[in-house]
């Protein structure tokens, strides 16, 4: 079983849509969490990191729920450039442990 | 401009050839990281250094060495003893203040034919 769990997708969906991502992570150790997008072939870069109260930054929101050991990523109004592939990662004991990743495809 | 850098963006090696990716970065930061990333997986850990003149090995080491001689710099060899070179090799580093944050360079994908 992978340490970060996400479902590979992809979503497709309608510009103007609401997409959730949910991601699951296996050591109750992890310290630390947070969403980082991918382009196509291009390198990961931070979206957001994700607080227990929850967290907002414009159209995205990020929930963690550290009892069940999820997390996840609300992304409202979607927009055509939203479409890319979103990774869970967890700080495990100073190393960012990633997951696979969820492709999301905006349409117009 | 502050970034990292990697080079070269696309790289072609023979089987049995050992080949260095270079990572520069001018963000004076301390720690520095390689990852791999193969197609539909999550980038894995190879090597990383806190400081320089120290690095530790990640998950998958094997087949692989690095060096850090300098704060700027952090090249990594693929070594003929690497059983699946061909990914995309992604550099990063992070601040003491900030370790959690990293900052990617645009990554080497290296084919090994």
């Known amino acids: 079983r992978k340490e970060v769990e996400q479902d590979p997708g992809p979503f497709n969906v309608p510009e103007g849509a609401t997409v959730a991502f949910n991601c699951t992570y296996s050591n109750s150790a992890s310290q630390s969490f947070f969403w980082y997008r991918q382009d196509c072939r291009k390198e990961p870069k931070l979206l957001m990191s994700v607080y227990s109260s929850g967290n907002e930054d414009g159209r995205f929101t990020a929930q963690l729920n550290r009892a069940s050991q999820y997390i996840s990523l609300l992304i409202r109004d979607s927009k055509l450039s939203d479409s890319a592939t979103y990774l869970c990662v967890v700080n495990r004991a100073g190393k960012l442990i990633f997951g696979q990743g969820t492709t999301l495809q905006v349409k117009p | 401009d502050g970034g990292i850098t990697q080079s070269p963006k696309y790289l072609f090696r023979k089987e049995g050839q050992n080949v260095t990716l270079s990572c520069e970065q001018n963000?004076?930061?301390?720690?520095m990281y390689w990852y791999r990333q193969d197609p539909g997986q999550g980038l894995r850990l190879i090597y990383y250094?806190?400081?320089?003149?120290?690095?530790q090995k990640g998950d998958i080491a094997e087949g692989y060495s690095v060096s850090r001689e300098k704060k700027e710099s952090f090249p990594l060899t693929v070594t003929s003893a690497q059983k699946n070179p061909t990914a995309f090799y992604l550099c990063?580093?992070?601040?003491?203040?900030?370790?959690?944050?990293?900052?990617f360079g645009p990554g080497t994908r290296l084919t090994v034919l």
């Open positions: 963000l004076n930061h301390d720690a």
């Open positions: 990063a580093s992070s601040s003491q203040r900030g370790p959690d944050t990293q900052y």
């Open positions: 250094s806190q400081i320089v003149n120290d690095f």
